[in-house]
């Protein structure tokens, strides 16, 4: 089965970084899109960063310049590097897989992991 496990989550300093991680299983990883939604508390889920199977990504204006989403097909991973974070980008983030035809939001997310920007 369709299986997406975060990590890489934490306590950062403002300007600090972080490197989020997604362990993909239980598909054929390289055909599908990926993105990497965030929810803060009391706002909607937003997709901050995705990239499909060809390598084209593509971002929140609020984190341009400052978020990198990576994939390693012969990993099965899909990787978020957030750099100069700022307090506002705290919120729980889930990585998500694309639909078939590489739309967002797919149907299977992981748990989700606590990204919290604090002095």
């Known amino acids: 089965q369709v299986q997406l496990v975060d990590s890489g989550g934490g306590l950062v300093q403002p300007g600090g970084s972080l490197r989020l991680s997604c362990a993909a299983s239980?598909?054929?990883?390289?055909?599908?899109?990926m993105g990497w939604y965030r929810q803060a508390p009391g706002k909607e889920r937003e997709l901050v960063a995705s990239?499909?199977?060809?390598?084209?990504?593509n971002y929140l204006d609020s984190v341009k310049g400052r978020a990198t989403i990576t994939r390693d097909d012969a990993e099965k991973m899909v990787y978020l590097q957030m750099d100069s974070l700022k307090v506002e980008d705290t919120a729980v983030y889930y990585c998500?897989?694309?639909?078939?035809?590489?739309?967002?939001?797919?149907?299977?997310w992981g748990q989700g992991t606590q990204v919290t920007v604090s002095s």
């Open positions: 990239i499909d199977d060809r390598g084209r990504t």
């Open positions: 998500n897989r694309g639909t078939a035809a590489n739309t967002f939001p797919g149907t299977y």
């Open positions: 239980g598909f054929f990883f390289r055909a599908y899109a």
